[in-house]
């Protein structure tokens, strides 16, 4: 059963990061394309509530179903079954969101 669950929230978060993806490649095309820097672009997204819950969701959903797949290669090339598998999946599920969301906050937060 557990097996079903997370297929369906494997693809959940697929049909979650689909938008988020192609509105990042499409803000990143025209920022390119635009001549925005770097620096111009952060000075744009700093401080901004929008961009920090799309990254934020963007990353909680990717690290979620990169740990899931995970999960499958793991029990598949690996092996491990049982507690081992699960913590492992989601232990690197865990620190995915973790660096995701201080990436995030990096590039959102008020610079001081």
Request: hydrophobic share 60%.
């Amino acid at each position: 059963m557990i097996d079903v669950r997370l297929y369906l929230l494997q693809r959940i978060t697929a049909l979650l990061m689909a938008p988020f993806v192609l509105v990042h490649i499409g803000v990143m095309i025209y920022a390119v394309q635009g001549g925005l820097s770097a620096g111009e672009i952060l000075s744009r997204t700093q401080g901004s509530l929008f961009w920090m819950l799309f990254y934020g969701g963007f990353v909680i959903a990717a690290g979620i179903h990169a740990a899931i797949g995970l999960r499958t290669i793991f029990f598949e090339w690996l092996g491990l079954k049982g507690l081992p598998l699960t913590l492992f999946s989601w232990g690197i599920g865990a620190l995915l969101i973790v660096m995701g969301l201080n990436a995030v906050r990096a590039v959102t937060a008020v610079a001081s």
